[in-house]
């Protein structure tokens, strides 16, 4: 950790991390959602990051990229559009709040630091 990485902050940036790739999941099934087979895949992690955080260790926290198990249409494709506007919503909702979480750690110190 360096100097301003305390616990907290590691263990929202690991939190930043594992959003970002589950947008880039998403993103890669709505892509694909025409694509005859297609397996739609999900990321994990918060219960890793929960894990990892209760460890001491919120790096160590790693998400993962699991195939879901939404029923095929006819073309073996499962893709299915209402779960990845979901997961979209929720995903940035969630970056939207760890980024202000982030802010206000950020804030607080410059507040330490000036002396005000």
Do not use: C, H, W
């Not at 690991?14 to 993103?27: E, I």
């Not at 993962?64 to 499962?78: E, I, K, L, Q, W």
Request: charge should be negative; proline fraction near 3%.
């Amino acid at each position: 950790m360096t100097l301003f990485t305390d616990r907290i902050t590691a263990g929202i940036e690991s939190a930043l991390d594992s959003v970002s790739l589950r947008q880039r999941v998403s993103a890669d099934n709505i892509a694909n959602m025409n694509t005859p087979g297609f397996k739609a895949s999900r990321v994990e992690f918060e219960s890793n990051l929960r894990q990892a955080m209760n460890d001491g260790n919120p790096q160590g926290a790693q998400p993962s990229v699991v195939a879901t198990s939404d029923p095929a249409n006819a073309d073996g494709n499962n893709v299915m559009i209402s779960n990845e506007q979901s997961t979209l919503v929720k995903s940035e909702v969630q970056f939207d709040a760890l980024v202000a979480a982030l802010n206000y750690k950020f804030a607080t110190l410059r507040t330490a630091i000036k002396g005000q």
